[in-house]
């Protein structure tokens, strides 16, 4: 990885966007012009959908990123999105009918023809019992289990509908006992780690247990990844405080979280989500349906243009394109669009971003987090630099949610390229030294990225390249 940020961008930090873009390459941004034009077009982070592909083409796509990222002179975050348990009905010929009251059979890589059982591609009779609920095909086939013998799982049907072969299935009152990480998740992990893996996304995460197993084989692998739990399951959203605290970043995977609770709960539950991203200094992404319409069409609708504004109103760190920029017609002008409202939404944001009931414990970091960023504030600041070797102290000056640019100057370039989806925050590498701050800050006002007259509030330690000791605050003008 390289180790210093040699290109400053091509906007004044006035115009930075202070809620993220991550996109997704899939087939319709598989090369690295594409992806180097969803890097220029305003993408932060990049997501590699470990559902699909080859770990060949995720070692070219990588090298693409890393490449393009370097060219244009940003540090761009990699997330590696684990597929988890693949809860999905098996292989079958043509529609199977269902009809309301119906009673249907399930069972492991059945033999639909032979046998009129349902073949699954999950074993479904090692989890589920007698009266929980498993929804087919992204709920639009509603059963609720009525018994489980010899590997069979017997379901009543709800409503009238049809089944296709290999549409998703939802569990939502079924306990995984904490077994989401499949044995590819484990090969797909331990690729990760021999490669430029800044987040591993934990799918259907239903306690804070769940990502302390990941951290722990995260660890054992030498990987400096950071965890991102998706919320998901209906588990998750009883445990929500846990796995908050217990994750580095937090995604709201807004589909199968419809299904597993109900459509309604979810813009209360993202909300949550976000309060307590605040709370927890986490960083928070809403994913799943954004500008779901350009997927086909080069303009999104009135409700997703609301939709991303929103999450940018209520102090979402990232949102998130998927379908839009992996397999849609419009890929890079979906991350212009999103850019786009983004940036008209915080120069037009009639509300502060506030969660009275979130408060962050009053530690001495915080302490001085908030002191910066009132004295930015006061004095009208045109950014605040800070100093970090983890990042920790950009995150929580982020969480505080500023109308200042955060500028992040670390020694670290994996730390770079995490703080790459953190709010408000640039974040560039340079060598440990007690005058990085201000060596950055001149460098900047040459690239005409801070003006003369500019000025910043700075915050640094004592002693350079040193975990937690942030702990002086100082006042420029630049001349």
């Known amino acids: 990885m390289s180790t210093t940020t040699h290109r400053a961008p091509n906007v004044p930090v006035a115009k930075f966007k202070r809620t993220k873009i991550i996109a997704t390459v899939g087939p319709a941004t598989d090369s690295y012009e594409q992806i180097l034009a969803l890097i220029k077009a305003g993408a932060n982070g990049l997501r590699l959908n470990f559902s699909h592909g080859s770990f060949e083409e995720r070692e070219k796509q990588l090298k693409w990123i890393r490449k393009a990222a370097a060219e244009y002179g940003k540090p761009v ?16 010929e043509g529609i199977i009918n269902v009809v309301n009251g119906q009673t249907l059979a399930f069972k492991y890589q059945a033999d639909f023809e032979r046998s009129g059982q349902i073949p699954t591609q999950y074993d479904l009779s090692k989890k589920v019992k007698r009266g929980e609920r498993i929804y087919l095909y992204d709920g639009k086939v509603r059963t609720t289990v009525t018994s489980v013998k010899e590997g069979v799982v017997h379901a009543r049907a709800e409503n009238n509908g049809i089944l296709i072969k290999r549409k998703g299935i939802n569990l939502p009152d079924t306990d995984f006992g904490g077994d989401i990480i499949t044995i590819k998740d484990k090969k797909d992990i331990t690729f990760g780690s021999t490669h430029d893996i800044d987040y591993v996304a934990l799918s259907f995460v239903q306690t804070a247990a769940d990502v ?27 445990n929500l405080e846990d796995i908050v605290v217990e994750s580095d970043a937090v995604m709201i995977a ?12 979810v813009p209360i539950v993202q909300r949550q989500i976000i309060g307590l ?84 414990a009053q530690t001495k970091q915080n302490a001085i987090c908030q002191a910066i960023i009132r004295l930015a504030e006061t004095i009208k600041a045109q950014a605040v630099v800070a100093e970090t070797k983890s990042g920790a102290t950009a995150l929580q000056l982020a969480a505080r949610r500023p109308n200042r640019p955060i500028i992040a100057v670390t020694s670290d370039a994996r730390v770079a390229q995490q703080m790459a989806l953190v709010y408000g925050t640039k974040s560039y590498t340079r060598p440990d030294d007690k005058f990085a701050a201000t060596k950055l800050t001149n460098w900047l006002l040459q690239s005409k990225v801070l003006k003369k007259g500019d000025m910043i509030v700075t915050a640094s330690g004592r002693y350079p390249g040193v975990v937690g000791m942030t702990d002086t605050i100082k006042v420029r003008i630049l001349e």
Not at 77 to 92: E, Y
Not at 212 to 238: F, H, P, Q
Request: overall charge neutral; glycine content about 6%.
């Open 77 to 92: 975050a990699i997330i590696q999105d684990l597929q988890g348990p693949k809860i999905r009905l098996g292989d079958f």
């Open 212 to 238: 302390r197993s990941l951290r722990k084989m995260l660890k054992n692998l030498g990987s400096t990844a950071r965890v991102i739990a998706k919320i998901e399951t209906k588990a998750a959203i009883e």
């Open 254 to 265: 807004r589909g199968d979280l419809a299904i597993e609770t109900a459509p309604e709960s």
């Open 277 to 360: 991203g605040l709370k927890y200094a986490k960083p928070t992404i809403v994913a799943t349906q954004m500008l779901a319409s350009m997927t086909e069409t080069p303009e999104p609708t009135r409700a997703e243009v609301s939709d991303v504004a929103t999450a940018v109103i209520i102090g979402a760190d990232c949102v998130m394109l998927s379908d839009e920029t992996a397999n849609g017609q419009y890929p890079i002008e979906a991350v212009k669009v999103m850019k786009r409202v983004i940036l008209y939404t915080q120069a037009n944001q009639p509300l502060t971003v506030a969660w009275p009931d979130h408060v962050a």
